[in-house]
């Protein structure tokens, strides 16, 4: 079974303040998602990552993959209360099957 | 509509009634997932639509829960005997990319089933 472990569980910070979101598997994966969900709604594409070693960068975000395709990050830098939510990595099992990871719960505060 | 549309958005029942639960996804994605998550966790994958046909339907929990596609576009999740255990929030989800590993997936918000 592949299992996407997401450290912190939870995360409380000031706004400001820089944070970074761990997701790590024993399994590789041909790609990865990072996914936020709001309450209530389901749960929005943020990056995909392909290629190991891979760095993207969207506004404040930047996530990584790691060389051998079994982790990943995500940095948010000067985070705002917007940034509010539940942040999941998603690893593509094959060509189609998405697994997600535990979830990292991330409260920022004004 | 221009999103995944899920029915109902809330759900209620007793312990040991049927329900189902409608996922009608964005049109001409030929890819349709069903997820469960519970409260402050990860979505659990349950099963895959590849157009009609449930590609893979491995996530599934037990013989009470089943899904059908019947045209290749709404699918319905049905769920018998319901256990207090099921209580969850269940995502459907639809992607345009077929075979491909990178194809966004585009969710619903989710129909909410407590079990009492």
């Known amino acids: 079974t592949q299992l996407l472990e997401q450290s912190p569980q939870f995360l409380s910070i000031q706004e400001g303040e820089n944070l970074t979101v761990y997701c790590n598997s024993s399994s590789v994966f041909s790609s990865l998602q990072w996914y936020r969900q709001e309450p209530g709604e389901g749960p929005v594409l943020l990056v995909t990552?392909?290629?190991?070693?891979e760095v993207k960068k969207l506004k404040r975000l930047t996530f990584q993959f790691g060389d051998a395709r079994k982790d990943s990050s995500l940095h948010i830098t000067a985070a705002q209360p917007g940034d509010t939510g539940l942040y999941l990595c998603a690893g593509a099992s094959g060509t189609y099957k998405y697994i997600f990871g535990t979830g990292t719960r991330l409260k920022v505060l004004a | 509509g221009a999103g995944v549309s899920q029915t109902p958005s809330n759900k209620v029942t007793e312990k040991g009634k049927y329900v189902e639960l409608r996922c009608d996804p964005i049109?001409?994605?030929?890819?349709l997932y069903w997820y469960r998550q519970s409260l402050g966790q990860g979505p659990e994958f349950l099963i895959y639509f590849q157009g009609t046909g449930a590609a893979d339907d491995s996530g599934l929990p037990n013989d009470r829960f089943f899904a059908v596609r019947p045209e290749g576009s709404v699918s319905t999740l049905k769920i018998q005997r319901t256990e207090r255990g099921y209580s969850a929030v269940y995502l459907c989800a639809s992607s345009l990319k077929q075979g491909a590993n990178t194809g966004e997936l585009f969710f619903g918000e989710g129909s909410r089933l407590t079990v009492l």
């Open positions: 990552v392909v290629t190991g070693g």
């Open positions: 049109s001409g994605h030929t890819a």
